[in-house]
C-alpha cells in the first residue's frame, strides 16, 4: 500500500487495519480507527494532506460526514481557511439545497447549506476514502449546483480497482495510499 521508504506512509499504513467481511462478506473493510487513535500519526496525516492540498489553491474544503469530517476540518485549518460540512437529509438548520446520487441498491441524498459557496469560489473535496466515486461525486454537484468550482478531491485512501476517480474525471485527484486490490 505505501512507499516502503517513506518512514511517515508507512507509520500511517500501519494504523489502517483491515477488517474482514465488513459489513458483509467478501468486503475488507479498512478500518481508521488505530490512525484516529495516534495524534501524533493522524497530526502527520492532516500535515501531508495540507501540503497536497496547498498547491490548488482552494478558498474552502467541503467533506461528507462522518469521516470526512475527520480530515476536512483539520486541513482546512492547517490551510487557514474555511470548512463546509456535506450531510444527510434533514441534519443542517436552514434552507439546503440537495443532491440525489446512485447507490449500488437504491439511492442517497447529500445537503450542504444554501449560500455556504459564493459563485467562483474554488472548492476542495477531503473524504477519507475514494471507493466506488458516488459519494464525492454528488458532493462536486452540490458544490457546483452553488456555483462553486471543484478544484480538487483528496483523501486518505483510495481502492483504486474501483475506478472512482472516473466519476470526478475534471479535478485534481490525489491520496496519501493507494489500495489495488
Do not use: H, W
Not at 490512525?35 to 497530526?43: G, I, K, P, R, Y
Not at 439546503?96 to 472548492?123: F, N, W
Amino acid at each position: 500500500m505505501t512507499d516502503s521508504q517513506d518512514p511517515v506512509m508507512a507509520r500511517i499504513d500501519s494504523l489502517i487495519a483491515t477488517v474482514p467481511d465488513f459489513p458483509k462478506p467478501g468486503i475488507q473493510f479498512k478500518d481508521i480507527t488505530p490512525l484516529l487513535a495516534s495524534s501524533e500519526v493522524f497530526a502527520e496525516t492532516v500535515e501531508l494532506l495540507a501540503e497536497k492540498s496547498r498547491p490548488l489553491g482552494a478558498d474552502l474544503i467541503a467533506a461528507p460526514e462522518s469521516r470526512g469530517f475527520l480530515f476536512g476540518l483539520p486541513v482546512a485549518q492547517a490551510l487557514g481557511i474555511g470548512f463546509i460540512p456535506i450531510r444527510k437529509p434533514g441534519k443542517l438548520p436552514g434552507e439546503t439545497i440537495s443532491v440525489e446520487y446512485e447507490l449500488e441498491y437504491g439511492t442517497d441524498t447529500v445537503e450542504m447549506r444554501a449560500g455556504a459557496i459564493q459563485p467562483g469560489q474554488k472548492v476542495l473535496l477531503i473524504d477519507d476514502v475514494l471507493a466506488t466515486g458516488g459519494t464525492i461525486a454528488a458532493c462536486e454537484k452540490l458544490a457546483e449546483k452553488q456555483g462553486g468550482v471543484v478544484i480538487g478531491a483528496g483523501f486518505l485512501m483510495e481502492l483504486s480497482f474501483l475506478n472512482g476517480r472516473n466519476l470526478i474525471p475534471d479535478c485534481e485527484v490525489f491520496s496519501l495510499l493507494e489500495i489495488q486490490d
